[in-house]
């Protein structure tokens, strides 16, 4: 059981709009913690997509945009795309365990 | 460019040790911490702890704390990740990660991953 909860899944057609949720507690992003989101394409290292919450970092499109608000994050994806198709993380720092916590992913399947 | 190359695949026995290195390139070492970050067969990514390499302070995750040791070498530029009592449950790829300086980022750059697999 993660301590950030994602949906396992979830799906789009090309072109379209998708958003990723993570959900905390007051322990960590409700406590004002930083949220990162990585994303992992099959076989692959993992890879930052986004940084403090809603940072893209160079290279990464504007097709990807993160947020937060109160204990919980969001990642949006618009303009879907084949090459979207990988799990995403979402990651945070929680007080009381006084450690990063990832959540459990998201498995992205473009239609 | 900045890179983290890592150590090759290990098959160990339950009950020893593994020994992970993590060689940066491109950037200054001492000036980042490196975190470390595993992921079992078919499962999500759990974060281990992290080292300062300038300093050697290290931060273990609640789990693993008293099996881990992160250490670093900083004439060659080399992170380590040593897991000692090996169990089944320890088969995963283990991977290092560059954090980003400042607070409110991220592991920006990632090694290729370790391949650990225990077995008897």
């Known amino acids: 059981q993660s301590v950030l909860t994602q949906a396992p899944s979830v799906s789009g057609a090309p072109g379209q709009r998708v958003t990723i949720s993570c959900t905390g507690s007051?322990?960590?992003?409700?406590?004002?913690?930083?949220v990162h989101w990585f994303q992992q394409l099959p076989g692959t290292a993992p890879k930052l997509l986004i940084s403090?919450?809603?940072n893209r970092p160079s290279g990464v499109p504007d097709r990807f945009s993160g947020s937060k608000s109160g204990a919980s994050a969001s990642l949006a994806i618009t303009g879907l795309q084949a090459e979207d198709e990988a799990d995403y993380y979402c990651q945070s720092y929680d007080i009381s365990l006084s450690g990063w916590v990832f959540g459990g992913g998201t498995k992205l399947t473009v239609l | 460019q900045v890179q983290l190359v890592q150590s090759g695949a290990e098959v160990k026995k339950p009950g020893a040790s593994v020994k992970v290195s993590c060689k940066a390139s491109g950037y200054t070492f001492t000036g980042y911490y490196m975190h470390w970050v595993r992921q079992a067969p078919g499962q999500g990514l759990e974060w281990m702890g992290w080292?300062?390499?300038?300093?050697?302070?290290?931060n273990y995750a609640q789990k693993f704390q008293g099996r881990v040791t992160m250490t670093r070498d900083t004439s060659i530029n080399t992170a380590y990740m040593e897991l000692n009592r090996l169990t089944s449950d320890d088969t995963a790829v283990y991977y290092c990660a560059k954090k980003q300086s400042g607070a409110a980022y991220g592991l920006d750059v990632w090694g290729q991953g370790t391949a650990v697999t225990v077995s008897s």
């Open positions: 007051s322990s960590n992003i409700g406590a004002g913690y930083d």
């Open positions: 403090g919450n809603s």
């Open positions: 080292i300062n390499p300038n300093s050697g302070d290290t």
